[in-house]
């Protein structure tokens, strides 16, 4: 059974950081690419970020320059650093990946930018 976990989220300011974590059970983390989506008030999920299962990056034109996307593999947890957090990053993340011919999520981790 596909699992993840997301962590590391919370209250921040302007500016400020966070590093989210997502930890994977039930399938060969490795061998997949893995996405994190976030989720505002009000609004619909967003993609914000992927790594491909060989390592390469891509980002959501809101969040590039601001955020990495990483994973280790051996650990099979999946990583989004986020540096310069505005308010409008206020959203729940979730992280994704595409397993057995569906969407797998996690129950996603709350992030808040506010003074």
């Known amino acids: 059974q596909v699992q993840f976990a997301e962590s590391g989220g919370g209250l921040v300011q302007p500016g400020g950081s966070l590093r989210l974590s997502c930890a994977a059970s039930?399938?060969?983390?490795?061998?997949?690419?893995m996405r994190w989506y976030r989720q505002a008030p009000g609004k619909e999920r967003e993609w914000v970020a992927r790594i491909s299962s060989g390592g390469s990056t891509y980002y959501a034109d809101s969040v590039k320059g601001r955020v990495t996307i990483s994973r280790d593999n051996a650990k099979n947890t999946l990583y989004l650093q986020m540096n310069s957090l505005k308010p409008e990053d206020t959203a729940v993340y979730y992280c994704?990946?595409?397993?057995?011919?569906?969407?797998?999520w996690g129950q996603g981790t709350q992030v808040t930018v506010s003074s």
């Open positions: 994704n990946a595409y397993v057995g011919g569906s969407d797998a």
């Open positions: 039930g399938f060969a983390f490795s061998s997949y690419d």
